[in-house]
């Protein structure tokens, strides 16, 4: 796999009255905000080292730019499938912008001697960028490395890896593969992305929000496919196959009888999955959970009090925690070439649009 070092962009926070409000509006604006100065000339070719930093947790990458073709090829993994529409919406943006505003997040098998390296440099250069977003209580660290060594070094460290791993980001991924095909093979030929190792890569829960009919006795009928017992408070699953519920304002337990787990041990079964076929579909109806009105989603960075105000803005809803999926469950799947239930993973980091920029001549 070769990663390519590339001129970036980056926003010219003096100029920009309202940082979040900026960081918020560029994917959508960028043109705008270019013209009225609000980033900095490019940057020569360069690879860039990136941290964010979380209350005591730090994500440590590197952001350069793959060939898209990876893509195509495979050795760029995939477990979610893209929607048609969200395309047609990226690919408008990405033309009129003629520019990458957010990095695809990718991830691989922790490596000692990427890490080393990047560490080693960090510790003896000070960062040549940093946004401190206080509404989002992280704070964003970036080296520029455009000495022909590192540069060099980088590309060897990554060159014997053989896949990689999209954490978040499908549809910008899919959408340069697009323009790639379709309009100009000597642009859109590569997309910019930022590389975490799986150590520095957490996969949160994702939950779900469902409105029940009021003459359903949804206890009773969940009672068949769960050993259930009340909480005494909020608390999210810890465990694979063991669910928490949140109901006309009280919480369950649930683990899934013996009798309702598959038996094959050669397909990895997420909670998600059996949510969605036994309860959704066959008891509530719902086939399309990513369309259906009758089900939200709440990503793991809210808290058991946001779930509860959630539901408990309506007399009928009801809210399914599900534990998070393991890194291991996620490749594997990937590697098999199977697709995850929609809204099973929230990964952190996130990136930030506008916050590094690949324009594309």
């Not at 949804?218 to 109901?247: A, C, V």
Request: glycine share 2%.
């Amino acid at each position: 796999m070769i990663i390519k070092p590339f001129k970036a962009v980056f926003p010219n926070i003096n100029k920009i009255d309202s940082v979040e409000e900026f960081f918020n509006k560029v994917k959508e604006d960028y043109i705008t905000f270019n013209q009225k100065g609000y980033f900095h000339d490019p940057i020569d070719q360069a690879f860039f080292i990136y941290q964010i930093c979380q209350d005591e947790r730090k994500y440590t990458g590197i952001i350069g730019c793959l060939d898209v073709e990876g893509y195509s090829d495979g050795y760029i993994k995939k477990h979610e499938n893209t929607i048609s529409e969200k395309e047609d919406r990226q690919l408008q943006l990405l033309l009129h912008r003629k520019a990458a505003v957010k990095p695809v997040t990718l991830t691989y098998p922790s490596q000692s001697s990427i890490q080393t390296w990047i560490h080693t440099y960090i510790r003896k250069h000070p960062p040549t960028h940093t946004f401190d977003l206080q509404s989002k209580q992280k704070t964003h660290h970036i080296w520029a490395i455009k000495d022909t060594i590192s540069i060099n070094t980088i590309q060897q460290l990554f060159q014997k890896m053989e896949k990689v791993y999209i954490a978040d980001g499908h549809h910008r991924i899919a959408t340069t593969s697009i323009a790639f095909q379709k309009f100009n093979h000597h642009h859109y030929n590569c997309f910019l992305c930022a590389l975490f190792p799986t150590s520095d890569m957490d996969i949160l829960d994702y939950n779900r929000i469902l409105k029940i009919p009021l003459d359903l006795n949804f206890i009773d009928i969940l009672s068949h496919y769960f050993n259930m017992s009340i909480l005494p408070k909020g608390e999210k699953p810890k465990k694979k196959f063991e669910l928490s519920l949140y109901y006309r304002k009280q919480w369950f337990h649930l683990t899934w009888k013996k009798e309702i787990l598959p038996k094959s041990s050669s397909k990895i079964w997420l909670d998600a999955e059996l949510l969605n076929k036994i309860i959704l579909k066959d008891i509530l109806q719902i086939e399309n959970v990513r369309k259906d009105p009758r089900i939200s989603y709440i990503d793991g960075t809210k808290d058991i009090a946001a779930i509860e105000k959630k539901v408990n803005k309506s007399e009928n809803s009801a809210a399914f925690c599900l534990a998070a999926v393991q890194m291991e469950e996620l490749l594997r799947i990937a590697d098999a070439g199977e697709i995850l239930p929609p809204k099973s993973t929230w990964f952190e980091p996130r990136m930030v649009n506008g916050m590094v920029v690949l324009e594309y001549e």
